[in-house]
Nanobody
Framework: QVQLVESGGGLVQAGGSLRLSCAASGRTFGSIVMAWFRQAPGKEREFVSTAYGGNTYVADSVKGRFTTSRDNAKNTVYLQMNNLEPEDTAVYYC?????????????????WGQGTQVTVSS
């Protein structure tokens, strides 16, 4: 069982930055693929990024503005969001799954955090 707790969301003006954090419980963080998804009102959940070991992958829609990283010593994965746009407004969810394969499909993740709201004003 993996429990995830996100933090770092908030209100920011367009062009600003935020860093989201997701802390995972358990002693096997190194064996877990971590991912970020987001869901805007009235839209489907959208893949943002994923990370395992030293490998990361970021969705094309945010590439160049968002980066993801993980600190296995702290059981934490981060999402650094720069040059934010109003279209980035959404609830951001952290997700986890045992395995080693980077995957952008929400259905592949068994564990989810409660979500953190990110609002970007124009």
């Amino acid at each position: 069982q993996v429990q995830l707790v996100e933090s770092g969301g908030g209100l920011v003006q367009a062009g600003g930055s935020l860093r989201l954090s997701c802390a995972a419980s358990g002693r096997t963080f190194g064996s877990i693929v971590m991912a970020w998804f987001r869901q805007a009102p009235g839209k489907e959940r959208e893949f943002v990024s994923t990370a395992y070991g030293g490998n990361t992958y970021v969705a094309d829609s945010v590439k160049g503005r968002f980066t993801t990283s993980r600190d296995n010593a702290k059981n934490t994965v981060y999402l650094q969001m720069n040059n934010l746009e109003p279209e980035d407004t959404a609830v951001y969810y952290c997700a986890a799954q045992y395995g080693r394969v980077l995957d952008g499909r929400a259905s592949r993740y068994s564990y989810w955090g409660q979500g953190t709201q990110v609002t970007v004003s124009s």
